[in-house]
């Protein structure tokens, strides 16, 4: 495992809820929570992720395995809603070591996103922009296990931050989707639902200790933390040949996987 010199780090608390209460979650927070300024509108964004592995899903094992740590290389494509633009991308790594959580990227354009989805050779070997550890990293671990973009992650995200308590974020992720199509050129509609859209997922990230009112909501709307891997369940779900033969009914996963 290859350990990272991260630039933030914080605890993620994790809830599937039906979409229906999000309203009424979010207004019990009263004036504590901000919107983040990226949800023009309300609208929220999208975020595109393309996650990278090995040949042998090295990374997509290290969940399945239960290790604590945990690595996930990925592009993630910041786009806009109404027409489905991207507005920005960056190479990102995010680790987990046991309940605590690593994210270290950097800003790239769109030629260099290219590059690193055309697959390392000697062809490509130096051309990719080295701004910091992420760049490097990602040229060390692709020379060493050839990466390759295996999937690729949508969702529309309302993000909120608190000036009463700046170490608090609180992300809302609806209609999760999953693609094989890991070009930049990926139309929305070659997405398929990983999550119901019956069901929202909505996290909790502050560092250091939860602040003693979001216990008080916690309780108060009965949430019950969940372990909920995008990556995990959109390969599960993407890679299912019969996906398009099965039924929401009461399961709150695509893929049958139930909490």
């Keep these: 495992m290859v350990l990272l010199v991260m630039f933030a780090n914080r605890y993620e608390l994790k809830y599937i809820i039906q979409t229906k209460n999000i309203r009424n979650l979010i207004n019990s927070f009263g004036q ?7 949800n023009k509108d309300n609208l929220g964004y999208y975020n595109h992720s393309i996650y990278f ?11 399945q395995e239960g290790l604590q740590q945990r690595l996930k290389p990925r592009i ?3 786009r806009s809603i109404s027409d489905f633009y991207i507005k920005s991308l960056f190479l ?9 959580v690593f994210k270290n990227r950097v800003e790239i354009n769109a030629q260099t996103a290219m590059e690193l989805l055309h697959g390392y050779n000697q062809q490509y070997f130096g051309k990719v922009e080295r701004k910091n550890e992420s760049t490097d990293l990602f040229n060390q671990l692709s020379k060493k296990y050839l990466l390759r973009p295996k999937v690729a992650i949508n969702y529309r995200r309302f993000a909120y931050f608190s000036e009463l308590y700046p170490k608090l974020r609180v992300t809302i ?5 999953a693609s094989l199509d890991v070009s930049l050129n990926a139309k929305k509609s070659s997405f398929v639902n ?4 019956r069901y929202t997922l909505i996290e909790f990230k502050y560092d250091g200790q939860l602040p003693k009112f979001l216990t008080y909501i916690i309780r108060e709307h009965e949430l019950k933390n ?8 959109a390969m599960e779900v993407a890679y ?20």
């Design 32 to 38: 504590v929570l901000i919107p983040d300024r990226n």
């Design 53 to 63: 592995d090995t040949h042998k899903l090295r990374f997509y094992r290290e969940k």
């Design 76 to 78: 993630r494509l910041y």
């Design 92 to 100: 990102e790594f995010k680790q987990k070591n046991d309940r605590t």
């Design 173 to 177: 992720d609806q209609s999760i989707e």
């Design 194 to 197: 990983v999550l119901s859209p």
């Design 226 to 233: 969940v372990t909920f891997s995008k990556y995990s369940n």
């Design 240 to 259: 299912e040949k019969t996906r398009f033969k099965q039924k929401y009914k009461h399961n709150l996963y695509i893929s049958g996987i139930k909490i």
